[in-house]
Nanobody, 119 residues
Framework: QVQLVESGGGLVQPGGSLRLSCTAS????????MGWYRQAPGKERELVAA???????YLADSVKGRFDISKDNAKNTEYLQMNNLKPEDTAVYYCSGSYSYTLQDHDLWGLGTQVTVSS
């Protein structure tokens, strides 16, 4: 069993930066992909970024050039560096994981962390 715990959310002004972290515990050796989804009020959950143990990665078009995903295998932790944040980035961000080498359709979830971009 795997547990995913996010941290790093908060309130930031437009143009600011935040770094989200997600640490896996339990049977984390079996995880072969991790990612970040987000869900804004009244909208469906969407994939923001993902990375596999094989080195493949994905960034949604809406965040390319502003966000970056990385993974520290030694710390069982993935990160989402978010720069030049916009109000439309406001959402609950969920850490995700999969036992498969897949950039989407993850089935392991954290509880989420709120990111609010507002002046």
């Amino acid at each position: 069993q795997v547990q995913l715990v996010e941290s790093g959310g908060g309130l930031v002004q437009p143009g600011g930066s935040l770094r989200l972290s997600c640490t896996a515990s339990g049977n984390y050796f079996a995880i072969n992909a991790m990612g970040w989804y987000r869900q804004a009020p009244g909208k469906e959950r969407e994939l923001v970024a993902a990375i596999t143990s094989g080195g493949n990665s994905y960034l949604a078009d809406s965040v390319k050039g502003r966000f970056d995903i990385s993974k520290d295998n030694a710390k069982n932790t993935e990160y989402l560096q978010m720069n030049n944040l916009k109000p439309e980035d406001t959402a609950v961000y969920y850490c995700s994981g999969s036992y498969s080498y897949t950039l989407q359709d993850h089935d392991l979830w954290g509880l989420g962390t709120q990111v609010t971009v507002s002046s």
